[in-house]
């Protein structure tokens, strides 16, 4: 199954991405800064760099582009934290 993690880079989410990954899923996983896009890939994941938190990184995330991430994804798990 397809999921998209917002939060993967965070405490909880670094944890569940690589769990979803050994049981067979394809996840897409958020994280606030480029530098840390390189953490989701060695976690088997592919990441989407987007802030949140700050409108203005809301802004430069083109709607297209969260919709090319979550695509056709079966379930979207939220454990992004500010």
Do not use: K, N, Y
């Not at 670094?14 to 979803?20: C, V």
């Not at 989407?48 to 938190?53: Q, R």
Request: net charge positive; hydrophobic share 40%; aromatic share 2%.
């Amino acid at each position: 199954m397809r999921i998209f993690l917002a939060g993967a880079t965070g405490v909880i989410g670094s944890r569940l991405l690589p769990l979803l990954g050994a049981a067979g899923h394809e996840v897409t996983g958020t994280t606030r800064s480029a530098s840390r896009a390189g953490a989701i890939e060695g976690l088997g994941g592919s990441p989407v760099v987007v802030d949140v938190s700050e409108r203005a990184g809301i802004h430069d995330l083109r709607v297209r582009d969260l919709g090319q991430a979550v695509g056709d994804t079966g379930r979207l798990l939220h454990t992004a934290q500010s």
